[in-house]
């Protein structure tokens, strides 16, 4: 088995393949294709995992993938298609009390490094810039959405659109499921109109408040967001954003979450 296949199993390979685009045709016809699109994805994924730069890729790869940027758009906000797949039969496509935080990733600040959109000081960093990652996951860990935002920004202001932005997943009653049954989240998110719009689509918001809850009062269900995190940390190309524009670094996102639910579908380690 190469490292193509080692990187990019079969399963993977198939589900890429339902949600990636169609291949650009030429207009003046004539050409070809200088890579294989599962040898792209390969390449993706190394980087992303590994977290080196495009220059030291194995020369496996080939030498023009990085003519071919399609493959960052498979799962642009989104990781609900690995989960709507991956998941097996059984209780895991149900177990929907979710959990919601975020994580700040310092921009790269290298000589002649520039800063793209999406990106401010982060106040736990002494000012350095840098961008956030939010995420929503199910009881079991797996991403159910996903977003970047400035390393300023509040936690509370991503709430709203993480939760629009859930895919809908399989269940075994009824119709796809788009909003889980209890949302749990920690202090930063303790506002009345968060509470009211959660109550408002019937989700019950189990949102420890300031003031008058110790920290770890819900510490035995959020921890489970805290390890998808950890694993989203363990694609190392997320411990700093190298990448000006805002959709490919959330495009890698995208890929370290298709890649917990893959792993976590066949049981295999994370990262």
């Known amino acids: 088995m190469g490292i193509v296949e080692r990187l990019v ?69 989104r990781s609900g298609v690995g989960q709507a797949e991956s998941r097996g039969p059984g209780p895991a496509r ?43 996951c199910d009881r079991t860990g797996l991403p159910l959405s996903i ?36 949302l749990h989240a920690d202090k930063g998110y303790d506002f009345e109109h968060l509470r009211a719009w959660l109550r408002r689509r019937q989700i019950v918001p189990r949102i420890a408040r300031r003031g008058k809850e110790p920290s770890d009062r819900l510490g035995r269900h959020r921890w489970v967001v805290e390890r998808t995190l950890s694993w989203l940390m363990g694609c190392r190309r997320l411990h700093r954003r190298y990448e000006r524009k805002p959709e490919h670094f959330l495009a890698f996102v995208g890929i370290a979450s298709t890649l917990i639910c893959y792993r976590r579908s066949v049981n295999v380690d994370q990262f």
């Open 94 to 136: 149900c177990r929907w009390p979710g959990g919601l935080d975020a994580v700040c990733d310092r921009l790269d600040q290298r000589p002649g490094g520039q800063r793209g959109p999406l990106t401010g000081p982060n106040p736990t960093d002494r000012g350095r810039p840098g961008s956030k990652i939010h995420i929503v």
């Open 147 to 182: 977003g970047i935002s400035a390393a300023n920004l509040h936690d509370s202001q991503a709430l709203i659109p993480l939760m629009r932005g859930i895919a809908p997943v399989r269940s075994r009653f009824g119709p796809r499921r788009r909003r889980p049954a209890r």
């Open 9 to 77: 199993p079969d399963e993977l390979w198939e589900l890429f393949r339902c949600a990636a685009p169609q291949a650009l045709v030429r207009t003046q016809g004539g050409g070809r294709r200088r890579c294989d699109d599962r040898a792209v994805l390969a390449a993706i994924v190394f980087v992303a995992t590994t977290g080196c730069t495009w220059r030291q890729l194995p020369p496996v790869f080939g030498a023009s993938w990085a003519d071919r940027a399609s493959a960052f758009h498979l799962l642009v906000g």
